[in-house]
């Protein structure tokens, strides 16, 4: 157990909808991460919170968004929502920005099925 | 720009056998290097990391050494288990916390 909890576990829904994934951090972690993983690419980056401000930004699609909040859970949403928007969300926390001997902590994850 | 590139999968060997997973990357400056490993069902665990040249990593079984002049960074095990059956990230480090994975490599270790 990483300490990371995401929730749903899973979630299905229908295009052009909306939806809300959720992530808390290990206790006392400030960084929040969020990925996306599907079968055609791979693992992506999506974006990166810390301490509640946007820190890095990657393959994240205009139709998604999100934000940290003053108690450090993060939520992704994700709107307009296509077939191709099904995959595997994650969720990972550190405890620092950056340094060496950093480590990010993954959580199990939110499967989004998209009909 | 920053990639990592992995052997493509599945591996599939018996228990035992000697395992070799190849990583090469590119990168500008000098990145931190990870091996991830995702077992069936769950996330991302970091299984073990290097973060300048000539740097061994360690853990469980699995070593990688972090060098330089041929940019690579290979995951070895002298003998797998049926346990050991995964999928296998190489991942890099450079700056901030953006973390680039590789495409993954899945392993089978038979009985």
């Known amino acids: 157990d990483s300490g990371v909890t995401q929730t749903p576990k899973h979630l299905i829904t229908a295009t052009g909808q909306r939806v809300t994934l959720r992530c808390s951090p290990r206790?006392?972690?400030?960084?929040v991460y969020w990925y996306q993983q599907s079968l055609d690419q791979g693992l992506q980056f999506l974006i990166q919170y810390y301490n509640g401000e946007e820190r890095a930004k990657g393959n994240i699609l205009e139709r998604f968004s999100a934000q940290q909040f003053p108690d450090l859970h993060s939520e992704l949403n994700l709107s307009s929502l296509e077939l191709g928007d099904s995959a595997l969300y994650f969720c990972?926390?550190?405890?620092?920005?950056?340094?060496?001997?950093?480590?990010?902590?993954f959580g199990p994850g939110t499967r989004l099925t998209v009909t | 720009g920053n990639s990592v590139t992995q052997m493509e999968g599945p591996v599939t060997l018996s228990e035992e056998a000697f395992l070799t997973i190849n990583c090469t990357y590119t990168?500008?400056?000098?990145?931190?290097l990870f091996w991830y490993v995702q077992y069936p069902g769950e996330g991302l665990q970091l299984l073990l990391k290097a973060t300048k040249a000539d740097d061994k990593g360690s853990n469980k079984g699995f070593e990688a050494t972090y060098r330089k002049e041929t940019t690579s960074f290979h995951l070895e095990k002298g003998s797998v288990q049926v346990s050991d059956s995964a999928v296998y990230f190489c991942a890099l480090k450079t700056s901030y916390d953006k973390v680039i994975f590789g495409p993954g490599t899945s392993l089978s270790v038979i009985p």
């Open positions: 990972a926390s550190s405890t620092r920005t950056s340094g060496s001997l950093y480590e990010q902590y």
């Open positions: 206790s006392g972690d400030l960084s």
């Open positions: 990168a500008t400056g000098y990145p931190s």
